[in-house]
């Protein structure tokens, strides 16, 4: 009887032995990283596989100042006018590409000069903006820009739709001051819009503004799978860029970020950062902020400015407060590093913080 009990035992060892051995083997990589992320996990799962858009340049940039000096002339010029405003012309074109916004995942897009959001446009009030507008892509496009301008500058009417292969230049006066955006007119407007033909416009006063540690950011989402509802969300089109490469920023510096919405099918969307609080100029266009507050919404087409400074080194994360944008790509982190060279607000040292790229269009 006893032989018999330790024979069954035996056996019972022996079959959850096997048992094991067999999960073990047939667990994959995947459903390890699974289990373990379970009730962990932020942001994505591995790695961007292309570096044709890297947000954190995008955010420091404006007027093609993140390309070498000889091939930004060719989508760039700046000429000085004898009444001491300036001449800026942007060559400009729409194409059909593939974008990854997020690991591994890619969404047909129609972007200008092969990004989006596309490259920004930075002037002084008064200055004469010259677009000279082509398009490379399949479908009739526009740039249609915030501000004041002329009706047949407007980029809005079907007898202003640029024909593939055609193009057309816009002028116009860099007025009123503020944050603005261009993004094409054609129809339907949700498709052009969806698909990411939009860009930030950034008016300057006259005077300058205080220097600062300035930051762009577009709010944007992808319908990956074409059903009208967003899969991915972003600010600057990367889902989690920032979780994995935090905006750096020092500790006591003036943070300045200019946002804009141009998310299509969600109606609202926002941003709300951790530990700190902020002076809104609602659209930029005030010298005295609109609120003090530590969360914004934004209709789709609106935009802000805020400033702020951080006081506390260490990580803080910034997200949409409709949290599901956020589990869905849309958060980020400062990262707040101390310093000892901050003169009036900004550090001088600071190799985020190129003065001499950076200056063009900001009042030194
Ligand atoms: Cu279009
Ligand atoms: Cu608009």
Redesign the pocket.
């Known amino acids: 009887m006893i032989d018999r009990i330790k024979v069954i035992a035996i056996i019972f060892v022996i079959f959850i032995i096997a048992i094991m051995a067999y999960q073990a083997l047939t667990t994959t990589e995947m459903e390890k990283k699974q289990k373990t992320n379970m009730t962990a996990h932020l942001g994505t799962v591995g790695e961007y596989e292309t570096d044709d858009f890297n947000p954190s340049v995008y955010m420091k940039s404006w007027n093609y100042n993140d390309l070498p000096s000889e091939e930004r002339k060719r989508f760039y010029l700046e000429t000085n006018l004898s009444d001491g405003t300036k001449l800026r012309e942007y060559w400009i074109y729409a194409e059909d590409k593939k974008i990854e916004v997020a690991p591994g995942v890619y969404y047909d897009a129609w972007v200008y000069n092969g990004q989006t959001p596309a490259p920004t446009i930075r002037a002084t009030e008064g200055d004469t903006i010259k677009i000279y507008f082509e398009n490379r892509a399949s479908k009739p496009h526009t740039a ?1 820009f ?1 501000g004041f301008h002329k009706a047949e500058m407007d980029g809005s009417m079907p007898h202003d739709f640029v024909m593939p292969g055609a193009n057309f230049t816009y002028e116009f006066k860099a007025d009123p001051v503020g944050v603005h ?1 261009f ?1 094409c ?1 054609s129809t339907p407007l949700k498709d052009h819009i969806s698909k990411g033909l939009y860009g930030m416009y950034i008016v300057d006063p006259k005077e300058g503004r205080e220097k600062a540690n300035e930051i762009i950011m577009i709010a944007n989402a992808f319908d990956t799978d074409y059903d009208g509802e967003n899969e991915i969300y972003a600010v600057n089109t990367r889902a989690f860029w920032y979780m994995a490469h935090p905006i750096k920023v020092k500790k006591g510096e003036l943070v300045r970020i200019y946002i804009g919405n141009m998310v299509e099918f969600d109606p609202i969307n926002s941003i709300h950062i951790h530990a700190n609080f902020f002076n809104e100029y609602r659209t930029g266009t005030l010298d005295e902020p609109t609120q003090f507050t530590d969360i914004i919404e934004l209709g789709q ?1 609106e935009r802000s400015m805020l400033e702020m400074t951080f006081n506390e080194t260490g990580q803080y994360v910034f997200h949409a407060h409709q949290t599901e944008f956020s589990d869905l790509g849309w958060m980020g982190l400062f990262e707040v590093e101390d310093s000892d060279d901050i003169i009036n607000g900004v550090n001088y040292q600071s190799k985020e913080f190129d003065i001499t790229n950076n200056s063009m269009g900001m009042k030194e």
């Open positions: 249609h915030h955006l993004h007119h087409g």
